[in-house]
């Protein structure tokens, strides 16, 4: 069911991450957003460590929004930790940023990006474009499925 699984958002900036949730709730998406506000602290989520010691890195968010400008760890290279690990690198992970620059767009698709979304300016695009996403990963799109112990 949708509403079990968590939209893991990685944003620094206030204003996105409100618009972000906002967005995502006029999608009708009705599950917990984790909000995490720099790469740091996004990998110490992903790995159980830090902050997030003792949090079970089996337990996957449905869906990753991660902005590239991030403080202390950036975004890309927070995707490539997350790609290097058995345990994270098939979790899904769209690109949600206000770069257009054309080699971030490859650098993402390289180190493995699920989808790379440029913020609209215009709010009501920003609303419509994040409501989209949502409802794509987490009501439309099928998962890998999670693999079992032996």
């Given at each position: 069911?949708?509403?079990?699984?968590?939209?893991?958002?990685?944003?620094?900036?206030?204003?996105?991450?409100?618009?972000?949730?906002?967005?995502l709730?006029?999608?009708?998406?009705?599950?917990?957003?984790?909000?995490?506000?720099?790469?740091?602290?996004?990998?110490?989520?992903?790995?159980?460590?830090?902050?997030?010691?003792?949090?079970?890195?089996?337990?996957?968010?449905?869906?990753?929004?991660l902005?590239?400008?991030?403080?202390?760890?950036?975004?890309?290279?927070?995707?490539?930790?997350?790609?290097?690990?058995?345990?994270?690198?098939?979790?899904?992970?769209?690109?949600?940023?206000?770069?257009?620059?054309?080699?971030?767009?490859?650098?993402?698709?390289?180190?493995?990006?699920?989808?790379?979304?440029?913020?609209?300016?215009?709010?009501?695009?920003?609303?419509?474009?994040?409501?989209?996403?949502?409802?794509?990963?987490?009501?439309?799109?099928r998962?890998?499925?999670?693999?079992?112990?032996?």
């Amino acid at each position: 069911m949708a509403h079990e699984k968590v939209i893991l958002l990685i944003e620094d900036e206030p204003r996105d991450e409100a618009l972000t949730i906002r967005a995502l709730h006029k999608g009708k998406l009705t599950n917990e957003i984790v909000v995490l506000h720099d790469g740091a602290e996004a990998l110490e989520y992903f790995f159980g460590t830090g902050a997030y010691a003792g949090r079970d890195p089996e337990d996957l968010p449905a869906v990753v929004l991660l902005d590239l400008k991030l403080p202390k760890v950036d975004g890309l290279e927070v995707l490539r930790r997350v790609r290097a690990d058995d345990r994270t690198k098939l979790t899904p992970i769209v690109i949600l940023t206000s770069s257009d620059e054309e080699r971030d767009r490859i650098r993402s698709y390289e180190l493995g990006a699920n989808s790379y979304v440029r913020k609209p300016v215009v709010f009501t695009e920003f609303v419509e474009a994040v409501s989209q996403v949502g409802v794509y990963w987490l009501l439309i799109n099928r998962p890998p499925p999670i693999p079992q112990e032996g």
